[in-house]
């Protein structure tokens, strides 16, 4: 069946008047903040011996979605703010959907598989090494991405076979689902079950994995004797900690806070916080707060 719509028309912020320009400035200094700090934090897990664990290997990854999810939501948000708005067509936004869905779904994954990382460092030392050997953290990564893109490719195709029948306009930031859905003339029921069930799949297990995890390493933190080695065993997980905290927090704040009236320019808000903020913050609490970063990257310079 032919769709009546094939273009949709992205209304971004469209009250912010004469604060448009600043806006469009931070934005494409974050932009470029985030894609560099990426890159960096890449390049130096590349060239540094010193970097080749399997933190910094998760950290990587976590880089890889970061600049997935930013470059498929920022440019479209730029091009929005600078013309009042902007058009994309039906297929391109099903598109950016389906790249934003699998990055933020393999993000709560790959988040999941960090915080055992660190309950295996804290909780079971002697075993850290053969048990997150090279070999076995790289297929825990491919087995990741490639769950990932089966789940998310069976939601997408799908979303394909609906009838969209208008209107054309999204009142929103990005294309996301729920804002898609409301376009479409078919029985989208069978979507919204789906989308439960990833739900629990992408968000709710790996978040209770996480929750688990830090319970244990908090659990054999409090056993050490020494104020000392308390506080060096919390502060190999406390970034990651942080990390978590900023990402499911603001994600859990979008999709359970109802987006009707003066709610609607919250939600905005709030998804450029995960969208936006979060890939520009994660490689700054990564490199800020790691000694190991901060000497790989003086390596670097000095040569």
């Not at 996480?210 to 050490?224: Q, R």
């Amino acid at each position: 069946m032919t769709n009546n719509i094939t273009a949709i028309f992205l209304l971004g912020f469209p009250n912010l008047k004469n604060f448009t320009f600043p806006f469009f400035s931070l934005l494409v200094l974050i932009f470029c903040g985030t894609i560099s700090g990426n890159l960096l934090i890449m390049v130096l897990y590349l060239v540094s011996k010193t970097l080749q664990s399997p933190m910094y290997f998760f950290i990587t990854q976590l880089s890889i979605l970061d600049l997935l999810l930013t470059t498929d939501i920022v440019p479209v948000l730029l091009h929005t703010l600078l013309y009042g708005g902007s058009s994309i067509t039906l297929i391109g936004c099903i598109t950016q959907f389906t790249i934003f869905a699998t990055s933020e779904g393999l993000e709560c994954l790959l988040l999941s598989v960090m915080s055992y990382d660190r309950y295996v460092a804290i909780c079971n030392p002697l075993r850290y090494h053969s048990i997150m050997s090279h070999i076995f953290c790289v297929r825990l990564v491919c087995t990741i991405w490639l769950i990932g893109f089966l789940v998310i490719s069976i939601h997408i195709f799908s979303m394909y076979n609906l009838y969209f029948c208008g209107p054309h306009v999204i009142d929103h930031i990005y294309c996301d689902l729920e804002p898609l859905l409301r376009l479409s003339c078919s029985d989208t029921s069978r979507i919204h079950i789906q989308s439960l069930i990833l739900g629990s799949l992408f968000v709710i297990i790996p978040f209770k994995i996480i929750i688990t995890s830090y319970i244990c390493i908090v659990i054999t933190i409090l056993k050490i004797p020494s104020t000392t080695g308390r506080h060096k065993a919390f502060s190999t997980c406390s970034s990651h900690l942080i990390v978590v905290s900023i990402f499911f927090g603001t994600l859990m704040v979008v999709y359970m806070f109802p987006t009707n009236g003066e709610s609607l320019t919250l939600g905005k808000v709030l998804s450029l916080m995960y969208t936006v903020l979060t890939p520009l913050l994660n490689p700054i609490i990564y490199t800020l707060r790691n000694k190991d970063f901060k000497e790989a990257f003086h390596k670097i310079k000095q040569t």
